[in-house]
């Protein structure tokens, strides 16, 4: 008897387990896939298939019910033309994407987290049409860039012994080629928004979602790089949808970009905590608890996405290969540390800073061996007033130009080669003295001072009869 209950019980959690109901329905749209996400009032499992002519997808839910509006999803910018819906067998719940493109389904389920309930997620990739088809590998990169190096010396060496040989016998014909003229390009910033889709990021007390401030922030900072002379701006985010830790990276590789910035609002358990912080990779780990704690937070948003956020590594080759990726983060450390340092000035010039140096902790997004990277909390969106700043146009816009003139003011000194800033550079050092261009809080006197030089010779130097100088104005550095 007892046995009979027992399983009388079991069966009735079988089914309540697999009775399932469609709570909501939500669509994000992406230029490379769309993700369809059901959420739902208990755990289930589905059958999801394609059928032809016209193309469809089909997902099967047993034992569920409709209780969401689906005529109330956009599905604008996706490769779906319409939705339907119907009852299965009776009990059941089917859906049919009608399809307007080739796509590449797969669906998984997710857990209950602290911002979602049971969901079942169905992404559509779209074959050929990858924002990261084929990536830069890192290393084959390198190793190319320092066989072109290697070549590059090999022949100057040889227009070097012609030229010689040239002077030395003026009737020889000379064997150099005719110099090409410089390529001037343009210095490229990855700019990527945190979180986006599926996953919101942190909320505000006033229901503020990073995804959307950091969004409206890294805009503003693309637009103020864009218009800077020698900069480009690339947007690994452009719209509120998802994108995977490694694929934002990816991104940044593929556009060559010189350097990496993911913006994001910072939040903790009490709303006391504010300013805004700057992180750079570390190697050995977070250098402080709460740097810990964060990296952490951030990584597991790719659980939040649904993506699993470890590496495999199932043979030696792999192993060795995350080894050398490690390796090679020597290089580019260095120099996120050193434009972290230029950036954090620049933030602290428009907001309290809640570190006064910069701090490293193990950021997936920053784990590019060959692009110098930061991760920068803008600020504390737990905090009831920094919610409402991180909010407010102006601010943005203070913050975005912090940013930008951190990274303005290191690649100013440190030019990458064929930049037009190195040309810049190069041209100021044929024809003697230099050139300054004046940041936020800059003042006559402390440029003289930074540069060596009397107040009197800089103003002499640039026709100036007063103190006053503009943000964005070029001053001629006299030689000293």
């Known amino acids: 008897m007892a046995l009979s209950v027992v399983a009388i019980i079991s069966v ?13 329905m939500r669509l994000w749209a992406a230029p490379d896939h769309a993700r369809l996400v059901f959420d739902l ?41 319409a939705l339907r819906t119907g009852t299965r067998e009776g009990n059941g719940l089917r859906v049919v994407l009608e399809l307007n493109r080739d796509v590449e389904p797969r669906h998984f389920t997710l857990a209950p987290n602290d911002q979602y309930g ?21 290393i084959e990169a390198m190793i190319r860039e320092q066989e072109i190096q290697a070549r590059r010396a090999s022949v100057q060496a040889k227009v070097g012994d012609s030229e010689q040989a040239s002077s030395s016998a003026p009737g020889e014909q000379s064997t150099s080629e005719e110099a090409k003229p410089h390529p001037r390009r343009d210095i490229i910033i990855a700019v990527d928004a945190g979180h986006g889709g599926e996953d919101p990021g942190a909320i ?17 900072l693309a637009d103020t790089i864009n218009a800077a002379d020698g900069f480009k701006a690339v947007m690994i985010r452009d719209g509120d949808y998802y994108l995977g830790l490694r694929q934002r990276t990816q991104l940044a590789r593929e556009q060559k970009a010189d350097f990496f910035v993911s913006i994001h609002a910072d939040a903790f358990t009490s ?45 030696k080759d792999q192993v060795l290969r995350g080894v050398l990726l490690d390796l090679t983060m020597t290089a580019t450390l260095n ?35 060959d692009i110098p990277s930061l991760l920068i909390e803008t600020g504390f969106i737990s905090n009831p007033e920094e919610e409402r700043r991180l909010r407010d146009p102006v601010h943005q816009q203070g913050v975005a130009e912090a940013i930008f003139g951190g990274l303005q003011s290191h690649f100013e000194r440190y030019p990458p080669p064929a930049s037009l ?3 810049q550079r190069d041209n100021q050092r ?14 006559l006197s402390a440029i003289a001072v930074r540069h060596g030089v009397p107040v009197n010779q800089l103003k002499q130097a640039n026709d100036l009869n007063g103190d006053v100088i503009r943000v964005g104005q070029v001053l001629r550095i006299p030689s000293s």
């Open 12 to 24: 009735g959690l079988w089914t309540s387990l697999q009775a399932a109901n469609v709570e909501g």
């Open 204 to 220: 505000g007390p006033s229901g503020t979602r990073e995804k959307d401030v950091v969004l409206d922030i890294s805009q503003r």
């Open 118 to 138: 049971h969901r079942l997620v169905v992404d559509l990739e779209y074959p050929g049409e990858s924002a990261v088809e084929n990536p830069i590998d890192p």
């Open 41 to 81: 009032s208990g755990a289930t499992s589905a059958d999801v298939f394609s059928l032809d002519n016209p193309a469809r997808l089909v997902i099967d839910l047993e034992n569920s019910q409709l209780e969401a509006d689906p005529d109330s999803l956009s599905l604008e910018d996706s490769a779906i033309s």
């Open 430 to 443: 044929r024809t003697g003295g230099d050139e300054y261009r004046i940041q936020s809080g800059d003042t």
């Open 335 to 369: 120099d996120s540390l050193s434009i972290g340092s230029q950036v954090l000035d620049q933030l602290g010039r428009v907001n309290r800073l809640h570190k006064s140096r910069v701090e490293q902790a193990g950021f997936m997004v920053l784990k590019s061996p």
């Open 271 to 315: 709303p006391r905590p504010q300013g805004s912080s700057v992180y750079a990779l570390s190697q050995r780990g977070a250098t402080s608890e709460t740097a810990q704690w964060l990296a952490d937070s951030e990584n597991r948003s790719d659980l939040i996405g649904g993506v699993d956020g470890n590496l495999s590594l199932r043979d």
């Open 421 to 423: 800033l190195a040309w």
